[in-house]
């Protein structure tokens, strides 16, 4: 079983900058790529960025490249996501998992609680 714990959620005005932690435990962290998830309120998570096992590669969806940053540490088990120039309409849960990278989708059933995202306009 793998744990995933996000944190560095928080509230920002537009414009503004969070950086997101997730810790991954229970599984060989540096055998996955890993990627970032985001679920508004009544809407269905949607991917975010994606980072290849050792960090070479990175992938993003259209609306936050140039603005958002994927990375990892597997010396520390955690993969991060620094956001640049925060929406309002970006405000949601923002959560880690494991992914397929061919199709940006999570592998892992289970989710961590989460980081929430505000961002106030």
């Known amino acids: 079983q793998v744990q995933l714990v996000e944190s560095g959620g928080g509230l920002v005005q537009a414009g503004g900058s969070l950086r997101l932690s997730c810790a991954a435990s229970?599984?060989?962290?540096?055998?996955?790529?890993m990627g970032w998830f985001r679920q508004a309120p009544g809407k269905e998570r949607d991917f975010v960025a994606a980072?290849?096992?050792?960090?070479?590669?990175?992938y993003y969806a259209d609306s936050v490249k140039g603005r958002f940053t994927i990375s990892r540490d597997n010396a520390k088990n955690t993969v991060y996501l620094q956001m640049n120039s925060l929406k309002p309409e970006e405000a949601a849960v923002y959560y880690c998992?494991?992914?397929?990278?061919?199709?940006?989708?999570?592998?892992?059933?289970?989710w961590g609680q989460g980081a929430r995202v505000t961002v106030s306009s």
């Open positions: 980072i290849s096992v050792r960090g070479g590669y990175t």
């Open positions: 998992n494991a992914v397929l990278l061919g199709d940006c989708v999570p592998v892992f059933s289970s």
């Open positions: 229970g599984r060989t962290f540096s055998n996955y790529a």
